[in-house]
């Protein structure tokens, strides 16, 4: 029996996902309790009114999205090159510019070995994510060996 062939290899990090959106929803729920509860408190100096409550709750907003911006990581590949979005920045690289893909033993994520000595972080390819995480590996390391033939 034989494997079909890999064209395309995409991955993001489950795990991380979900413990992002699981604190981005209890942050904004805590901060909207806060934001309820405001005007019913008084320091007695200070009275707090709606646009106290308002700003708040945008402060709960923006927390949440802040804390879900964690969780942007991706990586797509293909018979071209590959595409890395970590959480602050994209990089899209010609196979011929990786040298291996590494996932060393202990290490919390994949990286790519580049032709300069870099080394470039996987963000979306987490050891948390076990079995998913592998075949992402090793499809990046299929369509790496592809390249190269």
């Not at 934001?35 to 709606?50: D, E, P």
């Not at 804390?67 to 990089?91: C, M, Q």
Request: glycine content about 8%; charged content about 20%; aromatic content about 4%.
């Amino acid at each position: 029996m034989t494997t079909p062939a890999i064209t395309t290899v995409s991955a993001t990090p489950r795990r991380q996902r979900i413990m992002c959106g699981l604190m981005a929803a209890v942050i904004f729920g805590v901060m909207l309790v806060v934001s309820i509860l405001l005007k019913t408190h008084t320091t007695g100096v200070i009275a707090f009114r709606t646009s106290d409550q308002v700003a708040t709750t945008g402060l709960g907003l923006a927390m949440a999205g802040a804390t879900l911006f964690l969780s942007r990581a991706r990586v797509d590949a293909d018979a071209a090159g590959v595409r890395v979005r970590n959480i602050v920045g994209t990089h899209t690289l010609p196979w011929e510019h990786v040298r291996a893909v590494r996932f060393d033993d202990g290490s919390p994520w994949a990286s790519l070995l580049l032709v300069d000595d870099d080394e470039l972080s996987v963000l979306a390819v987490q050891a948390a994510d076990g079995e998913r995480a592998v075949r992402a590996v090793e499809g990046m390391r299929t369509l790496l060996a592809a390249s190269r033939a």
